[in-house]
């Protein structure tokens, strides 16, 4: 394990005698350092080996999971798809490519890889069965993909889900566990990251982050590590005043992180399997292995249990000065005390030194929340852009079970506020007043949040996209540091558990270009689980007004319709295509004479 001083001085005695000016070159280019802040949104932008040409849109790659690390769901440089051709007879299904194991990860996106001495466009998509594959995306037929780098061996398989979900006959994720969180890219150096779940030697199970070369598929030098914490504390499963990181609990459900270098990863459980804790784990790839950055550890909940971090597949939020956020489960909370437990919080960390509690919020109802399995982690948070003339440029919008929606002030978060009158379950619990925030929306203004809010900004203002399950998908609009407290439109359909994650496209403000794409579950979706209930549906929908329905791929079933629906799902836009991740493959969508 490694401080990040530690890094740079490792690579500075490789150098004699011109150590100074070695030094100098190697600081100014390696990801993360100070010289280098770079706002993570540009590293996205980034047009890969090769110039431009006319079939390639501007800043077209998807990097992380929704689009970047404020998790806005929007790519706004989207100049194809437009409200005008998207629609059944325009736009529709190119080619499915088949893959080993479900999708529970978002498709990721990059142009202009080189791969094999040809130029493609490049999406990349990895299984449940520990497997991570790039496919051409500009194919109508399904060729051979790119690459494809398997995790497992004759001594190495994916976690038989019977295994892990010792509390339930139906099964969250079945039949197997292997990559759950996705992955995340950083083009600057041509290295994805990915968490693989494992079986060893009939047996023991681990967690390995494993740094793969996005043109080849390979293992970068010094790769894979393997997952292992320690900390000091009292909680569930301590041994010795230690608090340590069980790979056979913690479930790495939530999306991987890159924020200054740093590829941050976390965890939570198998529906609420112990004795388990949420965790946050920072790595760094110095060019020859990858290491744990050892003051990069944040437990939830090191003196008591629980907490998770796992915002149903969404990764934590990161701002441009490098502060972490993210939203924890069900579990003990005594930060008013003095203590160190977070659970059913939205938690802001510093990285500047060390993963440190910067902030936080905390519903005044957080006991009853817990109680009742209303944990706010099921929901994820969207920091939004930086507001111009308000006293609160800095926004963030979350939510989670109870389906209130919180507008929090990341610079003054609010922390948590007793209300001794509080009983659950009675009309005190309803209030909106008690809370520190800048605004708070009532209970059940959408159905119970299993997703992640999206953002666009139109000629005519800003706008925030919220699902709910069993509800309508909804666009508030936000204006003066607050969102109208009644959506401006929402879809005609109410979708089932577990509702939607909306993406959106756009080429940049202009409004005939704005679209929010959904995968809709099946009419028939239960809570521990969607399959093999039915196929979902991508759905598009004019973002100026939810109410118009662009397109959806059961107008033409049999051309576009898809086999099966997973969990939590989020469909990728990029390059005029539409990336949609299934239990048995991945279904491009485009037009379809382009």
């Given amino acids: 394990m490694l401080y990040r001083n530690d890094i740079y001085q490792k690579i500075y005695k490789q150098f004699h005698p011109l150590r100074s000016f070695f030094l100098l070159i190697i600081i100014i280019i390696l990801p993360g350092t100070p010289f280098l802040r770079t706002p993570y949104p540009l590293f996205a932008s980034t047009i890969h080996n090769a110039p431009k040409t006319g079939d390639i849109s501007t800043n077209a790659a998807v990097v992380t999971y929704h689009n970047d690390p404020s998790r806005s769901g929007l790519n706004a440089n989207e100049s194809i798809l437009t409200t005008g051709n998207v629609n059944s007879s325009q736009f529709g299904k190119r080619v499915t490519y088949p893959v080993d194991g479900q999708v529970?990860?978002?498709?990721?996106?990059?142009?202009?890889?080189?791969?094999?001495?040809?130029?493609?466009?490049?999406?990349?998509?990895?299984?449940?069965?520990?497997?991570?594959?790039?496919f051409d995306a500009d194919q109508t037929v399904a060729i051979?993909?790119?690459?494809?780098?398997?995790?497992?061996?004759?001594?190495?398989?994916?976690?038989?889900?019977?295994?892990?979900f010792q509390?339930?006959?139906n099964k969250d994720i079945s039949p197997e566990i292997g990559i759950t969180g996705t992955p995340v890219?950083?083009?600057?150096t041509d290295i994805l990251y990915v968490d693989t779940m494992t079986k060893e030697n009939g047996g023991q199970y681990a967690h390995q982050l494993h740094a793969l070369d996005i043109k080849t598929g390979s293992e970068k030098p010094g790769s894979p590590i393997t997952i292992q914490a320690r900390i000091s504390g009292t909680g569930d499963g301590t041994s010795s005043g230690k608090v340590s990181f069980n790979a056979g609990i913690e479930n790495q459900r939530s999306a991987l992180l890159l924020s200054r270098g740093v590829v941050y990863v976390s965890w939570a459980s198998f529906s609420d399997t112990g004795p388990y804790h949420g965790w946050l784990i920072g790595y760094i790839y110095n060019g020859r292995a990858l290491h744990q950055v050892t003051t990069d550890v944040y437990n939830v909940t090191p003196n008591g249990q629980e907490g998770g971090i796992w915002m149903s597949g969404a990764g934590p939020a990161a701002d441009t000065n490098g502060n972490i956020y993210f939203i924890t489960g069900n579990g003990t909370f005594d930060l008013t005390t003095g203590g160190l437990d977070a659970g059913d919080s939205i938690i802001k960390l510093n990285t500047q030194k060390e993963l440190s509690l910067a902030d936080y919020f905390t519903p005044f109802n957080q006991a009853c929340l817990s109680a009742a399995d209303k944990d706010l982690g099921s929901g994820s948070p969207?920091?939004?852009?930086?507001?111009?003339?308000?006293?609160?440029?800095?926004?963030?919008?979350?939510?989670?079970?109870?389906?209130?929606?919180y507008v929090i002030n990341r610079d003054n978060m609010g922390h948590y506020i007793n209300d001794p009158k509080l009983v659950c379950d009675t009309p005190e619990e309803n209030l909106t007043s008690i809370d520190k925030v800048l605004q708070e929306l009532p209970p059940y203004t959408i159905g119970r949040q299993f997703s992640t809010p999206a953002y666009w900004t139109s000629p005519d203002g800003q706008w925030v996209y919220i699902s709910g399950m069993n509800d309508n998908l909804k666009a508030f609009q936000l204006s003066n540091d607050t969102l109208a407290p009644d959506p401006t439109s929402e879809t005609p359909e109410i979708f089932q558990f577990p509702g939607v994650i909306p993406s959106i496209s756009s080429n940049r403000n202009i409004s005939d270009t704005g679209i929010v794409w959904i995968i809709s579950p099946p009419s028939v979706c239960f809570y521990m689980g969607c399959n093999p209930y039915g196929p979902g549906i991508l759905r598009a929908y004019d973002a100026t007004n939810l109410g118009n329905e662009l397109y959806n791929s059961v107008q033409n079933s049999s051309r576009d319709g898809l086999d099966s629906y997973v969990k939590f799902s989020v469909p990728t836009i990029a390059n005029g295509k539409v990336f949609v991740g299934t239990l048995t493959g991945l279904s491009i969508y485009g037009l379809l004479n382009h």
Avoid: C
């Fill in 104 to 134: 529970y990860t978002q498709p990721l996106f990059l142009p202009h890889v080189r791969i094999n001495k040809n130029i493609h466009n490049v999406v990349f998509v990895a299984t449940e069965h520990d497997s991570v594959y790039a």
């Fill in 144 to 164: 051979a993909p790119l690459w494809k780098t398997s995790f497992l061996s004759s001594r190495v398989t994916t976690v038989p889900a019977i295994d892990l």
């Fill in 167 to 169: 509390q339930y006959s």
């Fill in 185 to 188: 890219i950083d083009p600057t």
């Fill in 382 to 405: 969207l920091l939004l852009p930086d507001q111009i003339n308000t006293p609160h440029p800095h926004l963030m919008i979350g939510g989670g079970k109870e389906g209130r929606i």
